[in-house]
């Protein structure tokens, strides 16, 4: 660790002082002093050369709950405490005597993710879903945990290459999610474009070159645009605010490679948000009053308006959304909303409280309450338990109407089934079909807002094990799970009393080794997927206790301990002596000679920046920079692993890679990109495919080589000939 600076100095002092203004407002002086003791005892150490770095800290965590969540006195003084507390400095007892049961309540469920996030093993999935419930019990941890989260991304610059990338990965498979979950809008986005700058560099500092050397023409569209709308709204009368936000580098770059087009094509940016001091029995009124006096202004594209001002958002966001055509015929995105509004967009559900958003807090809860249900659930395996935590994060939201006329919102993918399942389970189990707005449709029928939603039921029907590729929430997933987990608990029991009685008819000796050891022959994941099939008659009872006995005949055949009569996992392969490339790249924790595949997505060589990535092939290993990185980080963070080559070069191994070659069709071009390729040494042309038109050439061409020196090199040759404008590497 580095010395704090005179600069540092300054900025722990001012960041005391402001944790103690803010702590007296709500505390005693006798309080304020029995903590100012046990920090002084547990820091006692602390001088500005030792370890002034976890003091400095906590405070910079303290002030961010503070002044960027608006989190209250209770939830700051735990931030002050944990260490404390967690090294034996102070025990719980003595915190509930000096602070309260509050305080001490919020100290266990911190303590408790501590424990877990302490605790590191080969299953990750294990890991998170043990993480998320340690946290999700009490929403003040998981404000708390997300503000250290952010602190620890502000500083990650500190610590080793390996371990930015790995905070970087988790923080966007878990925590950024769960700031949009909660309403952090503004916490969401650093938290994505800090993991984005830990996981792919290069990228990050593309987008923000961009945005940099664009920024003096951009500030100058937004004034342009805002200029005559602020002329406008003073006239009504209205208090207001209105400015230019720039979209954040991470949501640029997703749009880049979703629509696969260049930086100067996106076309929205920015956003402009107009702000308005309203009464909040007008806000509404005066909101819409904005969107008329723009929409005359300027075109609005009625396919992208969003009100969240009728309906808000589950998380409490209330907003109105326009897309306008603006000068220079060019879209742009107007947010309009009220001061609180704002506030809670910013601040999320904590803002909630200082509103007294009672009934936003409550579907909160009921949320927390279904999370919980399926993240304990025995029936559902640690990979489904995170889809589902997953499904129930990010996605947008509709809303639909019961037969009576009551509201009720859905992940957006909702259908028939979940809505079903959201009324009752036994509605759910029992759903045949639906009505939407009178008119039948099927089960898997996906939802959209607005519509009038009827279920119809049979007393026959009962839940089956295709419904879980269409269910989208955890409620009806989870239900489903467990009501498939009991029917096959049923089905189990049957045959093997089927199983035995057969066995016992003929005379034959049970031997549960032997049985397992045949069950594991015959490929079956499970026994109860064994089971299964013999009670649905997919298996002949007679064919298979003749299997049994020629089997149990081979004396050679033994029980294989290892045999797991769970379903598969994802967890690293056994080292493997015979490896396609060996000891040329390492995995994770230092691991060499795991066999690994090279992605066809992306096509990584040696030198390139990569990670790792479990599948059920095995170990893939991918660019950082891999189209669908920032799907395999979000979506399966736990699959994710660090990877790096060894050495300086590769020599011994070739790698191929397609190159994207763009310009003028002159006479023997082609030609002469293929006299450089043939005369590069270390390069083997595999293939070239080029169409001219009307003046132009666009092609590609397949090379093998050895590592990303020799592919530099080549295509700065190739920039070089004549007539070519454009070389880049596809994926």
């Not at 080589?705 to 080549?714: A, G, H, K, M, W």
Request: net charge positive.
């Amino acid at each position: 660790m580095k010395d704090i600076t005179l600069e540092n100095k300054a900025v722990f002092s001012d960041l005391h002082k402001k944790v103690y203004l803010f702590l007296r407002e709500a505390m005693s002086t006798k309080t304020l002093r029995k903590l100012s003791d046990i920090l002084r005892q547990e820091y006692k150490s602390f001088n500005l050369k030792d370890n002034p770095h976890r003091l400095f800290s906590s405070l910079k965590t303290a002030m961010i709950a503070v002044e960027e969540i608006g989190l209250k006195q209770p939830t700051v003084c735990t931030i002050l405490l944990i260490h404390a507390v967690e090294s034996g400095s102070v025990s719980l007892n003595e915190i509930e005597k000096h602070f309260g049961a509050e305080i001490k309540v919020i100290l266990q469920g911190l303590m408790k993710v501590h424990e877990f996030e302490s605790k590191k093993s080969d299953d990750k999935s294990d890991n998170y879903v043990k993480l998320i419930l340690s946290f999700i019990k009490d929403i003040r941890v998981i404000f708390i945990v997300l503000v250290v989260r952010l602190q620890q991304m502000r500083d990650a610059k500190e610590i080793d290459e390996k371990q930015r990338f790995d905070i970087g990965v988790e923080t966007l498979f878990l925590y950024a999610p769960l700031a949009h979950r909660l309403g952090l809008y503004n916490i969401k986005s650093e938290l994505e474009d800090l993991s984005l700058k830990y996981t792919d560099r290069e990228a990050y500092n593309y987008v923000a070159r961009k945005l940099n050397e664009t920024k003096r023409s951009r500030d100058e569209y937004i004034k342009e645009f805002i200029n005559p709308v602020t002329e406008k709204l003073k006239k009504t009368g209205l208090k207001f605010e209105i400015k230019g936000r720039t979209k954040s580098i991470y949501s640029i770059l997703n749009k880049l490679k979703k629509q696969q087009i260049e930086f100067e094509s996106v076309y929205d940016l920015f956003a402009i948000r107009v702000i308005l001091d309203s009464e909040l029995a007008n806000e509404k009124a005066d909101c819409w009053q904005v969107y008329s006096l723009i929409t005359d202004m300027y075109q609005p594209n009625p396919k992208r308006l969003k009100d969240w001002l009728s309906i808000p958002k589950t998380n409490g966001y209330e907003s109105l959304h326009i897309t306008v055509m603006g000068p220079e015929s060019k879209w742009v995105e107007v947010q309009i909303r009220t001061r609180r509004m704002n506030d809670i967009a910013e601040r999320g559900l904590a803002a909630h409280w200082k509103y007294k958003g009672v009934q936003t807090e409550s579907s909160f809860e009921d949320w927390l309450s279904t999370l919980r249900e399926s993240l304990e659930n025995r029936d559902t395996n640690e990979e489904s338990k995170l889809e589902d935590f997953k499904l129930n994060l990010y996605d947008d939201e509709i809303f639909v109407f019961t037969p009576k006329g009551d509201l009720k919102k859905l992940p957006k993918g909702s259908t028939v089934l979940d809505f079903a399942f959201s009324i009752h389970s036994k509605v759910g189990s029992s759903c045949v079909s639906g009505k939407v707005n009178g008119k039948n449709v099927p089960i898997k029928y996906q939802l959209k807002s607005g519509e009038q939603i009827e279920i119809n039921t049979s007393p026959n029907q009962t839940p089956k094990q295709d419904w879980l590729s269409f269910a989208v929430t955890s409620k009806a997933r989870t239900k489903i799970r467990q009501l498939l987990k009991e029917e096959a608990g049923k089905q189990v029991d049957f045959a093997k009393e089927m199983l035995m009685r057969r066995m016992k008819n003929r005379k034959i000796e049970y031997n549960e080794i032997i049985l397992m050891q045949l069950i594991k022959k015959l490929r079956y994941k499970t026994v109860t997927d064994f089971y299964i099939d013999i009670a649905t008659e997919k298996t002949d009872v007679n064919n298979l206790i003749d299997k049994y006995i020629e089997f149990e005949k081979k004396e050679t055949e033994t029980y294989d301990p290892s045999f797991d009569t769970s379903a598969d996992k994802f967890k690293l392969p056994e080292i493997s002596e015979d490896t396609h490339i060996q000891d040329e790249l390492v995995i994770d924790q230092n691991l060499k000679g795991i066999d690994y595949k090279l992605a066809k997505c992306c096509n990584p060589i040696f030198g390139d920046k990569i990670f790792g990535f479990v599948s059920t092939q095995g170990i893939k290993i991918h660019r950082l920079n891999c189209p669908n990185a920032n799907d395999l980080f979000t979506r399966y963070g736990y699959r994710v692993l660090t990877a790096r080559w060894t050495g300086q070069k590769s020599q011994s191994s070739s790698y191929t890679t397609v190159l994207r070659v763009i310009g003028n069709d002159h006479l023997h071009i082609v030609s002469n990109l293929m006299s450089i390729i043939s005369k590069e040494d270390g390069v083997q042309l595999r293939s070239i495919n080029i169409d001219s038109d009307d003046g132009l050439f666009q092609g590609s061409i397949s090379v093998s080589l050895t590592n990303t020196s020799i592919l530099e090199v080549l295509m700065k040759k190739l920039r070089d000939v004549k007539g070519v404008k454009q070389v880049s590497r596809l994926n």
